[in-house]
């Protein structure tokens, strides 16, 4: 088990920005490619971000790309998402996602995805 615990959810102004955390609780975190994804209620849960177990290589939906920033650091065991001049269409559930030794590609493209732990969420509200 590697348990997932996200924080930095809350309600901003269009524009404004938020910090997401993750923190993982298990052994071999270094292994797992880590990700972000969102749902609406009666929505599907859609990719938004990863980052690769070397910590270097990301990936980011469309959507995000210009706007969203996904790290990690191996010593605290967190994953973090910085987003950036905030829509209302990014009022979402945020989900924290370990995928052990998976491409990024793989993450974000495949359906359903091949996700071994997810987090319980936390939410992000933006305001018009």
């Known amino acids: 088990q590697l348990p997932l615990v996200e924080s930095g959810g809350g309600m901003v102004q269009a524009g404004g920005s938020l910090r997401l955390s993750c923190a993982a609780f298990?052994?071999?975190?270094?292994?797992?490619?880590m990700a972000w994804f969102r749902q609406a209620p009666g929505k599907e849960r859609e990719f938004v971000a990863s980052v690769h177990w070397s910590a270097s290589p990301t990936y980011y939906a469309d959507s995000v790309k210009g706007r969203f920033t996904i790290s990690r650091d191996d010593v605290k065991m967190t994953v973090y998402l910085q987003m950036n001049s905030l829509k209302p269409e990014d009022t979402d559930v945020y989900y924290c996602?370990?995928?052990?030794?998976?491409?990024?590609?793989?993450?974000?493209?495949?359906?359903?995805?091949?996700?071994?732990?997810w987090g319980k969420g936390t939410l992000v509200t933006v305001s018009s």
């Open positions: 298990g052994p071999n975190f270094n292994t797992y490619t």
């Open positions: 996602a370990a995928a052990r030794l998976t491409p990024l590609e793989n993450v974000a493209t495949k359906t359903p995805p091949d996700i071994n732990y």
